[in-house]
DNA sequence: TTTATCTGATCCAATATTGAACCAATAATA
DNA sequence: TATTATTGGTTCAATATTGGATCAGATAAA
């Protein structure tokens, strides 16, 4: 049904690669059973492993078969790539441990300037018209509460769980859990850690971000 | 009711591209579809892309469709990079957040089997006689308490600081920070560690855990 | 009226996928 | 050792998908 599916079927072996899939020896599974396994001529999937074989994930040999070749599991790399297969559930749990701690410390270290750019993200998420919009500059909201605070390694941590947030099956799950309701409720609780965070009280901020989080946790995942 | 046009549908586009939509593998959905979900002629859809196209937002190919240029600007590999520069003292204040709460994940969802582990780590740390040896068997013991939480997440944030602390410069700060008296401190703070997981018991862990990365801290960053 | 836009349709050009056949290197087996 | 089976490499023609282009008619605004 759709189009490019070579470039999809890589993008999956890649994603089957990094979780650690054939590891054991190392081997992927023939061409022509991958070719049954997906449904699709074998060309495609000779495609796909070419994608593979070009940025060195793979090699090939005639009447062998094909092999990851040997990467080092503790890389940087490696390790992102694994990350970008968390679950919802484990996201939010640490967003839980790190987000309030996150705007306690931006209660106490945080600029007027930033503080504004806080409030504008919060009035602009609260005046968003459609979902997209509205994901948009909630996810914004989040993003500049950590550049608030001082601690360079916490913002990139963000930076890192909101690249994978905005990856594709993430987005279907924020879509499904999205109505008109929800969107006042984050917006007023939103308000309620910007409140906070004016006051200058990181005590507050914290649990009001943990509240949100809570609310958050319990739309996404439906507990 | 206003008719959806071309420049209608071009700031539809837009947003949704901005926020993320399409962003995983840039490639937006075929002129046809989007002629249909908008429900508006091929020609209209096709002006609409035609000025994403014109002010670079997009480019098109004949056969195999169209693509989002900009790639995401905070790539993950630039997150990454910055991330390697992190500070001692950023490092310290977020391993003050995660690791007790592992810690206290850990008391309650550990196997009897990857608790052996954790006791193993901690036996081999306090007999090492040299630095390096000791300093592999410590991060090992602080690993294996990862390992037993059931979150992949920050299982795989932990793998990050661990690569990051394993990085030259810090070897040397280490170093500097060792001495035989420190070891047997970390040793008898760890033993408090595992014996709360032993017994099963979260905040005893948590806090175990605390006071361990507060003498860490201490020694290291010398305050 | 004039102008611009949208509609619905048709055809074209570039690329992707399919399904098949055959080759060459390697592994497994008799 | 010789034979057979497995596996990647290559090529080809047919079909499908996708953006590019054009045109006649309808609709709406200046």
């Known amino acids: 049904m759709p189009k490019l599916v070579a470039n999809d079927i890589a993008a999956v072996l890649k994603k089957r690669i990094s979780s650690g899939e054939w590891l054991e020896d190392g081997r992927m599974p023939p061409e022509r059973d991958l ?37 080092n599991p503790d890389s940087i790399a490696a390790t992102v790539a694994r990350m970008e297969g968390t679950s919802p559930a484990d996201m939010m749990e640490i967003r839980q441990l790190l987000e309030p701690a996150a705007a306690a410390f931006a209660a106490t270290n945080a600029s007027m300037a930033e ?15 459609d979902m997209p919009n509205f994901e948009h500059w909630d996810a914004e909201f989040h993003h500049r509460v950590f550049a608030c605070c001082r601690n360079d390694f916490l913002k990139e941590i963000h930076n890192l769980m909101r690249t994978i947030r905005n990856q594709s099956p993430w987005f279907e799950m924020k879509k499904r859990s999205f109505s008109e309701e929800r969107r006042q409720t984050y917006c007023s609780e939103h308000q309620t850690i910007l409140d906070a965070l004016l006051h200058r009280d990181p005590e507050s901020a914290n649990q009001a ?6 609310t958050v946790e319990r739309n996404l995942l439906g507990r």
Do not use: I
């Open 35 to 71: 070719a049954v396994e997906f449904g699709v001529a074998r060309n495609t999937v000779r495609r796909a492993v070419g994608f593979l074989e070009d940025d060195g994930t793979v090699v090939r040999h005639v009447g062998r078969g094909t092999f990851l070749t040997a990467t």
């Open 115 to 129: 503080l504004n750019a806080v409030r504008e993200a919060h009035q602009t998420a609260c005046e968003a018209e």
């Open 209 to 214: 971000m943990l509240a949100h989080l809570k």
